[in-house]
């Protein structure tokens, strides 16, 4: 990593914590209680989301999810890892590479002026990492794109009833 994506990640990160302090004082300021209390728990429970994707030891692909959250204007992820102890070792750069592939295909069948919130989970099952990547059903071409996705040959699953699920294994 070079020392100006440690800087700008830095930043990023001084800023959010800044706009979350800044809320908080708020709060206080107008002796709304209920929502300090909703906020930091927020923030705690964003944290230990954080903390839970630090365990998989995968810095290349979370620097670039970060990345993605800060730079794009129309995706937001959220993570959630439910691997509890010690992880299968995964290949960080193979992981990279198959998020990337997946974020090559999407821009291309989204709708303008759309925001993408998706959530990115990471569960062990047995000794292999499932990753589920989910977002809302409001895609063009639908059905394309899930063939799209299917043609990688890493996906093992995409799903599009209810929202538009992609699964595959580490």
């Known amino acids: 990593?070079?020392?100006?994506?440690?800087?700008?990640m830095l930043r990023h990160y001084r800023h959010d914590w800044l706009n979350d302090l800044q809320l908080i004082l708020g709060y206080a300021q107008m002796g709304k209680l209920d929502k300090i209390q909703s906020k930091i728990t927020d923030v705690i429970e964003r944290s230990n989301k954080e903390r839970g994707l630090d365990r998989l030891?995968?810095?290349?692909?979370?620097?670039?999810?970060?990345?993605?959250?800060?730079?794009?204007?129309?995706f937001q992820l959220h993570f959630q890892s439910l691997v509890e102890e010690q992880p299968a070792?995964?290949?960080?750069?193979?992981l990279l590479a198959k998020v990337q592939k997946i974020f090559?295909?999407?821009?291309?069948?989204?709708?303008?002026?759309?925001?993408?919130?998706?959530?990115?989970?990471?569960?062990?099952?047995?000794?292999?990492?499932?990753i589920h990547l989910t977002f809302d059903l409001n895609w063009t071409d639908i059905d394309v794109l899930k063939q799209k996705l299917e043609s990688l040959s890493f996906i093992q699953d995409v799903t599009t009833e209810g929202k538009l699920g992609i699964e595959w294994q580490e």
């Open 1 to 8: 990593m070079k020392e100006q994506d440690v800087v700008e």
């Open 104 to 130: 090559q295909i999407l821009p291309s069948y989204q709708k303008e002026y759309e925001e993408y919130i998706g959530t990115l989970i990471f569960k062990k099952v047995n000794h292999t990492i499932h």
């Open 89 to 94: 070792i995964i290949d960080d750069e193979a």
């Open 57 to 74: 030891n995968i810095p290349k692909t979370m620097v670039w999810l970060y990345q993605l959250n800060w730079r794009s204007e129309t």
